[in-house]
C-alpha cells in the first residue's frame, strides 16, 4: 500500500479532499469552495502550488457533512475521534490546504482531542462550538447537545 493510498484510508473527507489526498492535484467541483494559490520557498526556489482555502477536520461523518454545506470549507475527518492524527497526515494536509481547522465536539473526549491535535500543531486553529449548546437537549437522544450537526440544527 501506497503512502497516499494509506493518507486515504486512515482519513475521510470530500471528494476533492479524498482525491487530494490519493495524490491527484488539488481541484475543486464546487466553486463555493474555493482554491488559492501560494507560494511556496524551497530553498531559494518559489513554487506556485493550488491548495483548498480551508480545510477544516471534523470528529465524525455527519458533522463533516453539515460543516461542507454550511461553509466554504472543504472538509475530513479521521476514522475515529478518539485517535491521535499522525503527523505525516497532518503535513500531508498541509501540503493540500492553505489554511487547517479543527472542529470536535463540546463533550470530554471532543475537546480533549481537539486541544492535543492543537497542541502537537500549533499552527492549526480550533474552533469551539458555543458552551450554550450544552443546554439544549437533543430531540434525538434526549442528552445534553454537543456537536456541530446540533449546532447547525439549532443555530443556522
Given at each position: ?9 486512515y482519513m475521510y473527507g470530500d471528494s476533492d479532499v479524498m ?41 465524525g461523518p455527519r458533522d463533516a457533512i453539515n460543516v461542507y ?73 434526549g442528552k445534553p447537545c454537543k456537536d456541530a450537526e446540533e ?6
Amino acid at each position: 500500500m501506497s503512502r497516499d493510498e494509506e493518507l486515504s484510508k486512515y482519513m475521510y473527507g470530500d471528494s476533492d479532499v479524498m482525491r487530494a489526498l490519493a495524490g491527484e492535484p488539488v481541484e475543486t467541483r464546487d466553486p463555493s469552495h474555493p482554491t488559492v494559490t501560494v507560494t511556496v520557498k524551497e530553498g531559494r526556489n518559489r513554487t506556485e502550488v493550488k491548495k483548498f482555502k480551508r480545510l477544516i477536520i471534523c470528529s465524525g461523518p455527519r458533522d463533516a457533512i453539515n460543516v461542507y454545506f454550511h461553509s466554504d470549507a472543504h472538509v475530513c475527518y479521521p476514522h475515529s475521534e478518539g485517535v491521535d492524527i499522525p503527523a505525516r497526515i497532518i503535513f500531508r494536509l498541509r501540503e493540500i490546504a492553505n489554511e487547517i481547522f479543527i472542529l470536535y465536539d463540546i463533550d470530554k473526549t471532543g475537546m480533549k482531542m481537539a486541544n492535543r491535535l492543537a497542541m502537537r500543531f500549533l499552527d492549526l486553529k480550533v474552533i469551539y462550538l458555543p458552551q450554550l449548546l450544552k443546554q439544549i437537549r437533543s430531540p434525538r437522544t434526549g442528552k445534553p447537545c454537543k456537536d456541530a450537526e446540533e449546532y447547525f440544527n439549532h443555530f443556522p
